[in-house]
């Protein structure tokens, strides 16, 4: 049984993307930590990876896929296999099912909820009643939206670009990572704005650390009375000496502008 080219690509493309896993898990924990330095502002160049957080990155993001995987998987199975709204409404229940996590996870519906919510608004726009506006010609829904997915698979939309470059499954993990990956800097930045609970060092002037890297501590200049973080930014190596360290609770923390 030979093998054809198409098949022998889509195979070189999932062990390249498999192999590729530990980067991506490096790149989704440092845009957590580039969140923290979004909202601390200290220099991006003291921001250090550890093996640590690149593990707990790419244990999330592939418990986030299994997660995606498994509720495309129920939807799949509860409509027609055969109906030609299947895939559309399989995607469409997986990114709404993957923006309520993010909801009930992030805890808060700020600007980032909203914009992430118009995104998905604007894509079920897109995908379901703009068949109704562009193929007014045609009778019934169905022929409608049939009509109209013969025309996309005409044009080379990225997406679409995507899945014939790497494959369905590898193209849509690299479009669910880049939304990982913004929801990592996400995360870490709304962490950090609403931090609560500090490493103080006592004396004078006051400091707080903001984050441990290894051997490094990033400490800034602490403003009590105006609860602000000062763009004063000191690190120290712990193995120096000793230091001590009390925890307070102190935050949430405005930083200097």
Request: proline residues 5%; without cysteine; hydrophobic residues 50%.
């Amino acid at each position: 049984m030979s093998i054809t080219p198409g098949e022998k690509r889509n195979w070189l493309t999932e062990s390249v993307l498999l192999a590729a896993i530990p980067v991506m898990a490096y790149l989704l924990a440092f845009g957590f930590e580039y969140g923290y330095y979004l909202a601390y502002g200290f220099p991006q160049e003291l921001i250090s990876i550890d093996l640590n957080r690149v593990f707990a990155a790419g244990v999330v993001f592939l418990g986030g896929v299994l997660l995606v995987l498994i509720v495309t998987t129920v939807v799949f199975a509860l409509l027609p296999g055969e109906h030609p709204l299947t895939p559309a409404l399989a995607q469409a229940a997986t990114l709404m099912v993957v923006y309520l996590v993010f909801l009930i996870y992030y805890d808060r519906f700020d600007i980032f909820a909203w914009i992430f919510g118009v995104l998905l608004l604007w894509y079920l726009v897109y995908k379901f009643v703009v068949p109704l506006l562009a193929q007014r010609g045609v009778s019934g829904y169905v022929r409608k939206y049939s009509t109209h997915e013969q025309v996309r698979q005409t044009r080379g939309t990225l997406f679409r670009i995507m899945l014939r470059t790497f494959g369905p499954t590898p193209g849509i993990i690299l479009v669910y990572f880049f939304i990982a990956v913004i929801l990592s800097v996400t995360f870490g930045w709304r962490l950090a704005a609403e931090r609560a609970y500090y490493f103080v060092v006592p004396g004078s002037p006051e400091r707080v650390v903001l984050r441990i890297y290894g051997d490094s501590i990033v400490l800034a200049r602490l403003d009590r009375p105006m609860r602000q973080i000062l763009r004063e930014y000191t690190v120290l190596r712990r193995t120096a000496g000793s230091i001590t360290l009390r925890e307070e609770r102190i935050g949430p923390l405005t930083v200097e502008r």
